[in-house]
């Protein structure tokens, strides 16, 4: 610490030369908390480093080296070979490139404040933890999906008040807290969007005199959008508080899901026992087995809910633009994404490790579930609800006062409460009985529950989706007729492959109809359960179903298809696509189905005239023997900037880039940057790439 009492790298050192009382500088040093931004802060310092080489700031060699120098310090971070010093994240990043480069990271700063970079930065690490979040979020649903499925038609109580209530399938339990995660995932894309307009460019309250190409500048650090007004840009946190309350209710969610899982854990249910790796002993009691992780799950809930509060109280009393107060935001911010992560990644695996007890579950099946079928029964016969109510009500606090069940209250003293309940209606109520009359959704019946499991696991990417709604379709040679341009029209597409060709074994390869979107996703579900590939929705799937080849078996019985595998081509760009979804069921591995795939797709690329057709893969090998080549991703702007950066796997991504280069040397010109695909992002004209500091 130098003696004048200045923290190092101190930026205001030429205005308050006294430097800051040890007690202030406490308070004041926010590098504790956001030096977790280093990433975001060194992203953004490339990105700007280029928006003011466009000014004339910095010289071609001078960006070179700051580059080289940002280079050279996320290397020493990553390896804890460096440790930041300074008062904030900003001064301390600043501080070393300066000690790597000199003079070109002291023009780093240039048009900017620490009021938008902050801003700016905090949006950027938002925006992933926001898409972090919904990918955590989907995978506690799809183990919460794969107990509902793995638990059949076995039905248990359903509890009101915590009384005994009516039956319900116990899948239907579970998809209950699905359904209250699938709007947590809105919540969350929402607050997503919120943070995804970059502030960059408001200075400190009133604007940079700088002009250079912000768009650019934006799409090279992943915003969508642009901030209109500097006041409001330095010190809008509306984005932080949005994110803060949709992972407040989805704390609130986890918290009810984990109240349900412990009651079902203890004695009093006895539904299901957690599991060894998931579960904690007593210190004294040499019986006990704990259900610890939900009940940490219910503790840490209430840290979710209090970061929420903490920024809004912030917030409430500020004016507008930036005031120091709004340091705090960072710390609320992480705490939430910590333990949302925490809890995110052990409740799949917990809740997959409960041990069944389905002896407990039917215990749980008594006649108090039927009283209200009994009610109704006397409705069906003419009886007005109310009056319904009132008998049935009489008949079991009679049975109560007598201590046995209402069906075996005897014959005459029922008969005298009313003369509808006699031993043959009473003997008809059953559960099944009151299920099978509950079929629709949202009802708790079996034909709800399967229609629910079938939208979840679509929309999860898990299956084909919803039930198939019965239509009348033509058959193919109307479809193909009506496909092909009338006399006298010219067809505007390019000559994309439509043909049917006949492989081995009797499989068909063609391109995807409407009704193969459903063997698509079911195709995939494996993939997609196994992280190899990305969840599509179903929903999705429909939408671009064009883009699909697939490979199709005919059905045992001879009466439709079957689909095997599959692939697409994605365009990115004008002269770039993708192979995506590329998946062959595993019952069909080794016969070179992928290869015939990926061979349609590179036909549709050459009919479309792309110069490049790509793909993130880890089977390099297999790529390979079709024809492509490991390259750079950065050479790759297009996906990257388009595609990746909305990926909520981008920051640990493993996948390796392979090309296959329709045009001859574009690998090289890419490399080069000459070509349009390997050109960081459209620049502005000559003339405004030029414009200097407004003086």
């Not at 940079?208 to 500048?217: I, V």
């Not at 209402?406 to 009313?418: M, Q, S, V, Y």
Request: with cysteine; charged share 25%; glycine share 8%.
């Amino acid at each position: 610490m130098p003696a004048d009492g200045r923290p190092p790298n101190a930026v205001w050192q030429g205005r308050i030369g006294s430097g800051l009382d040890p007690r202030a500088r406490a308070l004041n040093d926010s590098l504790p908390v956001d030096r977790r931004l280093w990433p975001e802060e060194l992203a953004l310092s490339r990105a700007y480093a280029r928006a003011i080489a466009e000014c004339g700031v910095l010289a071609p060699a001078e960006l070179d080296a700051l580059l080289a120098a940002c280079e050279a310090l996320e290397a020493d971070l990553v390896a804890g070979a460096v440790t930041l010093a300074g008062e904030d994240v900003h001064s301390a990043v600043e501080a070393e490139l300066v000690r790597r480069c000199g003079d070109p990271a002291r023009r780093l700063h240039t048009g900017r404040s620490r009021n938008d970079q902050v801003a700016t930065l905090l949006r950027m690490r938002l925006v992933r933890l926001c898409e972090e979040a919904v990918a955590g979020v989907r995978q506690l649903e799809c183990a919460l999906v794969g107990r509902a499925r793995a638990s059949g038609d076995r039905a248990v109580a359903a509890y009101t008040h915590l009384q005994p209530a009516q039956p319900v399938r116990l899948a239907h339990w579970w998809l209950a807290h699905v359904a209250a995660l699938e709007r947590d995932e809105a919540r969350l894309d929402n607050a997503r969007e919120a943070a995804d307009l970059m502030p960059l460019g408001a200075g400190a309250i009133a604007g940079t005199p700088l002009q250079y190409d912000r768009g650019a500048l934006a799409a090279r650090l992943g915003f969508s959008r642009l901030s209109i007004n500097s006041l409001d840009a330095v010190g809008d946190r509306d984005f932080a508080l949005e994110y803060l309350n949709a992972a407040a209710v989805l704390g609130i969610h986890l918290s009810r899901l984990a109240e349900d899982l412990v009651l079902w854990c203890s004695p009093g249910f006895g539904w299901y026992r957690p599991g060894d790796g998931f579960s904690t002993g007593s210190s004294l009691l040499p019986q006990k087995r704990n259900p610890d992780l939900f009940e940490l799950t219910r503790g840490k809930s209430a840290r979710l809910l209090a970061n929420a509060q903490r920024l809004a109280v912030v917030l409430k009393g500020l004016p507008s633009a930036y005031q120091k107060d709004l340091q705090e935001d960072k710390e609320a911010i992480f705490d939430t994404s910590d333990t949302l992560e925490a809890l995110l990644s052990a409740l799949p695996p917990a809740i997959e490790s409960l041990e069944e007890r389905p002896d407990r579950m039917e215990a749980t099946l008594t006649p108090d579930l039927l009283a209200v079928e009994l009610a109704d029964a006397l409705v069906e016969g003419g009886m007005p609800f109310r009056d319904a109510h009132e008998r049935v009500g009489r008949l079991w606090a009679g049975a109560e006062r007598a201590g046995v069940a209402p069906g075996e209250l005897p014959l005459t003293a029922r008969l005298a409460i009313a003369p509808e309940f006699t031993n043959e209606r009473l003997a008809g109520l059953s559960v099944e009985k009151s299920l099978a009359r509950r079929g629709r959704l949202p009802g708790a019946g079996s034909e709800s529950v399967a229609a629910q499991i079938a939208w979840h696991e679509g929309r999860l990417g898990l299956g084909p989706g919803e039930p198939p709604v019965h239509v009348v379709e033509p058959d193919t040679a109307e479809r193909e007729a009506a496909s092909r341009p009338r006399a006298g029209e010219k067809d505007a597409a390019p000559a994309v492959r439509n043909d049917t060709e006949i492989l081995a074994d009797g499989l068909l390869l063609r391109r995807a109809q409407p009704e193969d979107v459903r063997g698509i996703a079911s195709v995939m579900a494996d993939y997609v359960m196994k992280a190899v590939l990305l969840p599509r929705p179903v929903s999705e799937l429909y939408q671009c179903v064009r883009e699909f080849h697939v490979i199709v078996s005919q059905t045992e019985d001879g009466a439709g298809s079957e689909v095997v595998a599959c692939a697409a081509l994605r365009l990115l760009w004008s002269d770039l696509g993708e192979v995506r979804s590329l998946a062959v069921r595993p019952d069909c591995h080794g016969r070179g189905l992928g290869a015939k795939l990926v061979a349609r797709v590179l036909d549709d690329a050459r009919a479309f005239g792309l110069a490049r057709v790509i793909a993130l893969t880890r089977e390099v090998p297999f790529f390979e023997r079709s024809g492509f080549r490991v390259v750079d991703r950065e050479t790759l702007p297009r996906k990257v900037w388009t595609d990746c950066v909305r990926c909520p796997r981008r920051h640990a991504c493993d996948e390796v880039a392979v090309a296959f280069d329709l045009v001859p040397g574009l690998a090289e010109d890419a490399t080069r940057g000459r070509h349009a695909e390997g050109r960081p992002i459209p620049q502005g004209t000559p003339g405004e790439m030029s414009l200097r500091i407004v003086t």
